[in-house]
């Protein structure tokens, strides 16, 4: 699985997406190490939040938003089976000037069939 050397590892965690009022629901968030990426350990993560998301709190709507030059994230988002919503165009600054985000997301009946 990789380099011996390089330590497997990141951080997890989830967010939420939009207000409670206007847009509820859950947004997962994955990064890893440098060196562990391609190891498919963001897949893994983000598959367990969103299956405990929907299964134990009952979340129904989990989106992914990420960077639209993030194309490892954007295969996540696929890999777990989201349809991209669309894009959210200079919503947020970055290094050189301002980031588009794409939305992905996935239902929870979605999810469980």
């Known amino acids: 699985m990789g380099d011996p050397g390089v330590p497997l590892g990141g951080r997890v965690g989830r967010g939420r997406s ?5 847009r509820p629901g859950t947004a997962p968030a ?3 190490k440098p060196g562990a990426e391609s190891r ?5 993560a ?3 939040i969103i299956d405990w998301a929907i299964r134990e709190r009952g979340i129904h ?3 992914w938003h990420t960077n639209v030059a993030n ?4 295969a996540v988002a696929r890999r777990l089976g989201m349809r991209h919503d669309g894009t959210l165009r200079q919503v947020l600054p970055g290094p050189d000037g ?3 985000l794409e939305v992905w997301s996935v ?7």
């Open 98 to 100: 301002r980031i588009d």
């Open 71 to 74: 194309a490892p994230s954007i």
């Open 18 to 22: 939009g207000s409670r009022r206007r």
């Open 46 to 48: 983000a598959r367990r």
């Open 61 to 63: 709507r989990v989106e």
């Open 40 to 44: 498919g350990l963001a897949t893994l």
């Open 30 to 32: 994955c990064a890893t």
């Open 107 to 113: 239902l929870a009946p979605e999810w469980t069939a």
